[in-house]
């Protein structure tokens, strides 16, 4: 069975939406989802500068997150387009919260330097920026598909020309003039992760089968509290930074503050600083968690601000408002990822990438908190742009299709992945890393493995999320990006390049 539209997206998280909206009146769009991904799932909100706010304050504190290695050019887009896609969504019957006044709700969260974080729900942003859009996508008539996406086809002339998707007991091809990948990342190709099961890393593993290039696979983030519920793998309840926003603090198990004196935000530092420090923390204590205190804020704080987070802790029988709360640091988001220009477009004709998928630059070495559903309202609609001005021709010749294999052990990949390749990691881990994926076949997770650890492997220095014991300090020799590829045994292969005159 074979299926022809304009434009095929894959993803229906924030990326995917916003993309498929923002082509809905100008081209036939098939929406394909196997899952909503981790967009319902996000807490703190959207960071925006709003106001008396300063876009090019919310570009310094981005570019300081992410350890001066962002893109310069695509985090002023995202600063500076980001309020007007904020207020388009408010407009598509978004609901944030509001002070008495009726003024937006502003909130702090590490990195940032003032309160520009808008929330909903209190701390249910991605759901209700989910359901926003999705509510707006089923006006326009944009069709919609679930199933996995398995393989993609391609051209002689080397043009991405549609789809695989299993769907039910069938596989469908979909013929089109441009893929859009909104896949989100890899969360699952670790144990522990704030993502649902559906997001482990298949469209970085698509591109680098059709030939494309990853860059900067190496800045994994780590969220430095998740719920620690006792389990040892899995999706794990996040706690939003929100928290510490309001006051809460970092203790390890004795009792004393975990960031005093570390940082000069201290607890409100970028995420690489406090996950390494909780990390630090744990392994000097041999403890599988840290304690949250959340305690010297106002009960009706907490109720108000953080219901999700007060329902997940009554789950594992902690009382938020007079307790405090187990955390320990999990997989969280990929800084990295396909390697696009600032329109999404990939190095292979017909594939584009937008969201958690992409490489833009704009999160650079570690992702400032509350910038990914920015960067998928902003990124989404100059893909969306792109396409609409300059869709690609149809290309009729032959074509290939080019099928992920099945993942034969994955629990295996994921294991290797978190003991090597987490918070903290040295050459010989990651050599040994490289060893042990190297019989685990070809499958999405191990691709996506071997890619962390090859670029990994090839940064030796470290800075934002990416940090080696054995070369603790960051080394402007190593200012240059690291792109992954695959040869043509399927391995991933590594080179460097300056990113930013790409």
Known sequence: MTRTVDVVVIGAGVAGLSTALGLAATRDVLLLSAGDGSTPWAQGGVAAAYGDDDPLDHARDTDIAGAGFCDPRNVRALVEEGPQRLAELIAQGARFDRDDDGSLSRTLEGGHGRC?????GGDATGAEVHRALRSALRLTGVQTMDGRT???VKSDSGRIVGVLVESGPETIRIDARAVVLATGGVGNAYLASTNPPSVRGDGIALALRAGASVVDMEFVQFHPTALFTGETGG??????EAVRGEGAVLRDLHGRRIMAGRHPRADLAPRDVVAREVEAAMRRDGSDHVWLDATSIAPA???RRFPT????????????LSEQIPVAPAEHFLCGGVRTDRNGATDVPGLYAVGEVAATGVHGANRLASNSLLEGLVFGRRVATALTLDLPAPDHGHSDELVLEPDPEPQRIRAILTKYAGIRRDGAGLNAAAGELEPLGAGP??????????????????????WRSDHPHSD??????????????GRPTTRPRDLLTC
């Open 150 to 152: 398995v393989g993609l």
């Open 476 to 489: 402007e020799r190593w200012d240059e990006h690291i792109v992954v590829r695959l040869d043509e045994d």
């Open 445 to 466: 997770l191990a691709t996506v493995a071997r890619s962390i650890v090859a670029a990994a492997t090839a940064r030796q220095d470290s800075r934002g999320c990416h």
């Open 309 to 320: 987070v007060l329902a997940s802790c009554a789950r594992i029988g902690v009382d938020l």
């Open 235 to 240: 999706q794990l309840p996040l706690v939003t």
């Open 116 to 120: 520009r974080v808008v929330h909903a």
């Open 301 to 303: 704080v907490l109720r």
